[in-house]
């Protein structure tokens, strides 16, 4: 079973830029396809992004797409989340998930951080 613990979130202004870091803990995270998924208050969690076990694949949602990458490092078990051009409407709490699939689905995910607020300004 792994763990992971979400950081990097915090307050900006509309266009600026964020990283978001996911850090693993408990077992093989190179077992894992890695995604980022998003809710807003009031809204369903929706899909980011993910990336596939070595990184050499990865799918985003049309919301982000060219504005937000996804990249691991199975060394250090990390994933990032770099966020650029951020919008108001990026607002949410941001989780990382880990599958044993590639997949866009939450269901699909068996294994959750617990979130972090990311609030862009207008």
């Known amino acids: 079973q792994v763990q992971l613990v979400e950081s990097g979130g915090g307050l900006v202004q509309a266009g600026a830029s964020l990283r978001l870091s996911c850090a693993a803990s408990?077992?093989?995270?190179?077992?894992?396809?890695m995604g980022w998924f998003r809710q807003a208050p009031g809204q369903e969690r929706e899909f980011v992004g993910r990336?596939?076990?070595?990184?050499?694949?990865?799918y985003y949602a049309e919301s982000v797409k060219g504005r937000f990458t996804i990249s691991r490092d199975n060394v250090k078990n990390t994933v990032h989340l770099e966020m650029n051009s951020l919008k108001p409407e990026d607002t949410a709490v941001y989780y990382c998930?880990?599958?044993?699939?590639?997949?866009?689905?939450?269901?699909?995910?068996?294994?959750w951080g617990q979130g972090t607020q990311v609030t862009v300004s207008s």
């Open positions: 990336i596939s076990w070595t990184g050499g694949l990865t």
């Open positions: 408990g077992g093989t995270f190179s077992r894992y396809v």
């Open positions: 998930a880990a599958a044993y699939r590639l997949t866009t689905r939450s269901g699909d995910y068996e294994y």
